[in-house]
Every structure is written in structure tokens, then in C-alpha cells.
């Protein structure tokens, strides 16, 4: 079994920073690329950032200027770093992967999201 797990969502202040995580458990082999997606309210999940695993990043151009991926393979984590967050930010992120598993099958995994609200 794989397992995502985001961490460090929560309320946070226009013009503040969140630094999320989402780490990887489980029977895995390698990846074959992570990302974070969001939902906020009302609207479809969309993509924020992904990274492969030679660290290879490519971030929304809308949030280009303010968001980051980043990896650390060896702790099967990736992080999305959000600086200077405003409102329409606020939504539900999840962390997504594509896995090769000790089957030597490929699968997408999600985590069950974490919530980022951007309020003063």
C-alpha cells in the first residue's frame, strides 16, 4: 500500500507564508513525477506545481512569482512553499504522485488534502 500525507496547511494572513509537505509511504519503487493540485470552493481542482525526480519544477505562471516546489527524494517529500498568499489562495491542496510500486506497476496516488485559508 501507498500512502500520501500533506501536512501544514491552516489560516494564515494576506501577505503571509505557508510551507506545506507531503510525504510518501508505503511500497514504492520510484516516482515518476509529484505535484499539488488545489480546489477551492465552488471551482475545479487545478494544478499548482510539479516536480520530477531530477528536480525538474514547472509552477503555474499565474503563481510563479509567489509558489515553489520542491523535493527531497531520499525522504519521499515534497513541499509547495506559498509566500505572500492572499484570499483567492484559499482553497484545499492535495499532494499527488505517479508511483512504481513493488509490483513494478505504475499508479496515482492522492492525499486527502490539506486546508489553506487565507483570512485576516
Known amino acids: 500500500q501507498v500512502q500520501l500525507v500533506e501536512s501544514g496547511g491552516g489560516l494564515v494572513q494576506p501577505g503571509g507564508s505557508l510551507k506545506l509537505s507531503c510525504a510518501a509511504s508505503?511500497?514504492?519503487?520510484?516516482?515518476?513525477?509529484m505535484a499539488w493540485y488545489r480546489q477551492a470552493p465552488g471551482k475545479q481542482r487545478e494544478i499548482v506545481a510539479s516536480?520530477?525526480?531530477?528536480?525538474?519544477?514547472n509552477v503555474d505562471g499565474k503563481l510563479r512569482d509567489r509558489f515553489s516546489i520542491s523535493l527531497d527524494f531520499a525522504k519521499k517529500t515534497w513541499y509547495l512553499q506559498m509566500n505572500n498568499v492572499q484570499p483567492e489562495d484559499t482553497a484545499v491542496y492535495y499532494c499527488?504522485?505517479?508511483?512504481?510500486?513493488?509490483?513494478?506497476?505504475?499508479?496515482?496516488?492522492w492525499g486527502r488534502g490539506t486546508q489553506v485559508t487565507v483570512s485576516s
Open positions: 499527488h504522485a505517479e508511483i512504481l510500486d513493488l509490483t513494478y506497476r505504475t499508479n496515482e496516488y
Open positions: 508505503g511500497n514504492i519503487l520510484n516516482f515518476n513525477g
Open positions: 516536480i520530477t525526480t531530477s528536480g525538474r519544477e
